[in-house]
């Protein structure tokens, strides 16, 4: 995963492919997913996508979640350049639909860097 949260801390969206058969691997494993598998390398892609699906989150989870921070929208992107994958993010800014466009930002936590999604 390092690559990918390299990636984040560069503004960009970095994911596995394999190198055998092409297609891409999330969450990456030792294999790829869709043959025998190759060696992975890590692609950068355009850090847009589609919202596949949603759902807002208005309990806290964890218990230690700010109320500040509710409710919380959480999206099912398919990125462009990557069928077939899906990345679980969070919406910041519009009401979320699917089908809509939507583009990585990257935004400073106390956790280090955090990927969000926001509308293209």
Do not use: K
Not at 9 to 33: I, S
Not at 37 to 45: F, I, M, N, S
Not at 79 to 103: E, F, K, S, T
Request: hydrophobic share 35%.
């Amino acid at each position: 995963m390092a690559p990918f949260w390299e990636g984040v801390a560069d503004g960009e969206l970095r994911l596995p492919r394999c190198g055998r058969c092409g297609a891409f691997v999330w969450y990456p494993e030792e294999t790829g997913t869709h043959c025998d598998g190759a060696e992975l390398t890590w692609e950068t892609l355009p850090g847009t996508g589609t919202v596949f699906t949603h759902t807002t989150v208005r309990r806290a989870f964890p218990p230690s979640t700010e109320p500040g921070d509710l409710p919380v929208v959480v999206v099912l992107v398919e990125p462009d350049g990557a069928p077939g994958v899906r990345l679980v993010g969070n919406l910041d800014g519009g009401a979320p639909a699917i089908g809509q466009r939507v583009r990585l930002e990257v935004r400073d936590s106390p956790d280090g860097p955090r990927p969000v999604f926001v509308p293209a």
